[in-house]
Every structure is written in structure tokens, then in C-alpha cells.
């Protein structure tokens, strides 16, 4: 009999799995889908691999570098910085993270002043500079508010930060927590933007793996959980002496109706297969006007080239909020916006698949930084990125909190 049962998965019910198994803790997984990784699993279609919307491994993630083997997952990096359409053109915004003096290319630049410049490289000082802890006690506004309040110009919050960290928080308001912003850009100072060869999907994959043999069972629905019990949806009812719930916000409030509430945060991702790449670098094309739907496009295979197979290429485009559409308007949509950036060339993209994803994220306007997980009053335990920060670390460092807590538990 498993000791510990986890519900989902995902990131950070692998997490938690990796650490008991380290203490020699028999558990078992159960995840509802046919698959590991939850919200960051990868499909393969016709020799391309689709990330469930698109998303990056910053390399700095303490969490990341301590579950993951950087090497075995063969890492691409993105250029650091982006290119953002503005008015009908390109302009580039080089390594704004470590290289802040060269972040607008000329003094001219329509994304920002000279005084950006400088406020860029202070923050930066400010953000890098002592224990990552320190972020998360700093005082807490909307990162919008913090940007305006130390002075940075609307151009500058308009045509970078906006669609920079709008697609990063999947809201352009920029209604997150500050706090939240200061991790996300330390992170960025300190390492790359990154995707495995093989997808984002393989992180979840290399975890797995490393697990003893039987610990995760696939295709298993949770129905309801106790302190001690967990029964599936086929009504089979398994015991252990305890549970942990690592299933993403939503469900996890459907077994636990007393978790904290929060809202979701949708997004969309449109893939295309394309002849000719329309940009010729592994970065991030951000749209730095309001207008339209699209807020970034990327070619992962430029980053890591098994994305696409040879001679094709893969376009990832990236819309934020709720579903509005079908999705042959959206299709649609994407395709005239970006006709008018790339050419006509557009019009012959394939389209491949679309993913809505309607609980993307958590809304993180506040972000505590505890012990990540939580004990329930119910008996049980939960983990999951809507406990920590929501991101890839977040929910690997929630997963281990909770297999901490769980062990000292188990010994007091
Ligand atoms: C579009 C998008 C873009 C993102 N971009 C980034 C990014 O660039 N960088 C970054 O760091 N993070 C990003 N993220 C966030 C990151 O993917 C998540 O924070 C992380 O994967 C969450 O992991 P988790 O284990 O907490 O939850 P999940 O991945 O949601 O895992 C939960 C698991 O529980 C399973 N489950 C649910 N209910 C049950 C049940 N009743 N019984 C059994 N199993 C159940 C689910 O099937 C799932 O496998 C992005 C996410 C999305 C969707």
C-alpha cells in the first residue's frame, strides 16, 4: 500500500512524488488525463511539437535547477530581449535583463527614453541584490502601479512592459503583483528563457521517469478526497495514511471547496506550420500597438530545432483572455494581423491546432510566499503553483513543501 496518494500529475505533484521517494516514502500518483505534466505538456502532430500553450523554462528557477537535469533536457535559449511591432515596423529591445544600456538601440527608439534606460538598469540593480526572499516581503502593489511609481515612461509601459510581462502574467492590464514582476524579472537577469528539445512536456516526462516504477497511475479521476482515502470516479477507493491534492486551482477547489477562491486567467495558442520562418532569430515578437488580438509570436524550432521537422517551421502565437471567438474567427483574425506584419506569406501558413485554455493561470494580484503548500483542515494536504508563485518553480517548490511538511508531520 502507498503511504502518500497525490492527486495529479502535474509539475508539482511530481515535485512532492520526487522528494518522498528520496525519503524512501512508498506513493502513489493518480492523474485524471491520459498523461504527466499538466498545464505544461506538449503534443506531437506530423513531426511538430505543440506545448498546451506556449510557455518557457527560465533557467534561474532555484526550483527548476534543483528537480530538473538541465543537460538531458537539451535547453535552447531564446535571445534575450524581443522585437516589438510598433506602427508598422520592428524595433528591437536587446537584453533589457543583463545589458540594460543596450536595451533601446538608439537613443531614438520609439519603445522608451534615454531616462528608461537608466531606470531599467537601476531596477535592475535593485531586483538582482540580495536573498530572492526579500522580493516577497518588499511592499506590494499592482506591477503596473510599481512601474509608473518608480518613473518609468507610459511609452515604455505601453510598447515593452505590456506585452513583455502581459505575456508572461496572460494579462496586459499589468494588474499582478509586483512582487510577482520582480521574481519574474530576477529571473530573466539571471538566466535565459529556455525550451527543451523535446518540448516543455519533457520536464514532466524526465520526472517520471526517475520515479520507482508504478508510482504514477494514468487515467484515474479523483472524486473525492479525505484525510486518509481517496475514491476515483470509477468509485474504486484507495487508502493511504496521507493524501495530497496537486491538482490545478480549479479542481482542486472542486475536492476541497474550502481552498482559497481565486480567478483564472484564460489564454490562447494558435500553431501554425509555415514553409519559411517569418523571422530569422529565436526571439519574441511581442505586439507593442493595443490593437488586434495577437500579443506574441515565436518559432520555437529557431530556439530548439526538433520542434518542427525538418524544412518546416513551427509559429506559436500567443492571444490573452477569455475564448471570444470560434475558432475559425480567430484563425481569421490572427491571420490578418499578422499579415500585415509579415506579408502575404501568412495567408499559406497551415494551421495545425489551437489550444483554449481557460485556467491558464491563477490571478496572482497577491502573492505570499509561505511554506508554498498548504494543511488542510480536512486532514489533507495541497500543493500546486496557485499556492506559490504561479509558474514552473512555484509549483515544483510547492510540490516539495508539501513532501517537507508531510515528513515532518510524519515524525513529530
Ligand atoms: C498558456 C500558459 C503559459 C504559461 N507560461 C508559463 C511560462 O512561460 N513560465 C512558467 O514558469 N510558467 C508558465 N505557465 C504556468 C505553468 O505551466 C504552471 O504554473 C505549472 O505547470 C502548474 O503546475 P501544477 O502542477 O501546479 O498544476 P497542473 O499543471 O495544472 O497539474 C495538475 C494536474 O492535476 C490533474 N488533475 C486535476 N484534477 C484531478 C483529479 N480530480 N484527479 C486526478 N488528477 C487531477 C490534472 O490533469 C493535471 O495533470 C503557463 C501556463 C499556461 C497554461
Redesign the pocket.
Known sequence: MAEVII?????????CARELARANIPCLI????D???????TDYLDGFLLD???????TA?PAAQRSLDYTALQLGRFEPGALVRLSGKFHRVADPWRRPGAMLQTAFSPIGTLGDKLRIAKLRYQVIRGPLQAIFQSPETSTSQFLRERGFSPVMIERFFRPFFG??F?ERELRTSSRMFQFVFRMFSEGH?ALPARG?GAMAEQMASRLPEGTIRLN????QVAAQSVT?ATGERLSARSVVI????A??C??VPSLPQMRSKG?T?LYFAAEKTPIDEPTLVLNGDSSGPVNSVCVPNLVAAGYAPVGAHLVSV?VLGQREMADGQMQAAVRQQLTSWFGPAVQRWQHLKS?F?P???PEQTSVVLGDGSARLPEGSYA????LDT??????LR??RQVAEALLADARA
Not at 492527486?7 to 515535485?15: D, I, N
Not at 500543493?383 to 496557485?386: I, L
Not at 504561479?390 to 509549483?395: E, T
Open positions: 492527486v495529479g500529475a502535474g509539475l508539482a505533484g511530481l515535485s493518480v492523474e485524471a488525463s498523461g504527466v505534466g499538466g498545464r505544461a505538456r498546451r500553450g506556449f510557455q518557457v523554462l527560465l528557477y505575456g508572461i496572460l528563457a516543455m484515474a479521476r479523483a472524486t476515483l496537486a491538482a490545478d486551482h479542481n482542486a472542486r475536492l489564454a495558442c500567443t489550444y485554455i485556467d491558464a493561470l500543493c500546486g503553483d496557485f504561479a509558474s514552473i518553480n512555484g509549483a510547492s510540490g
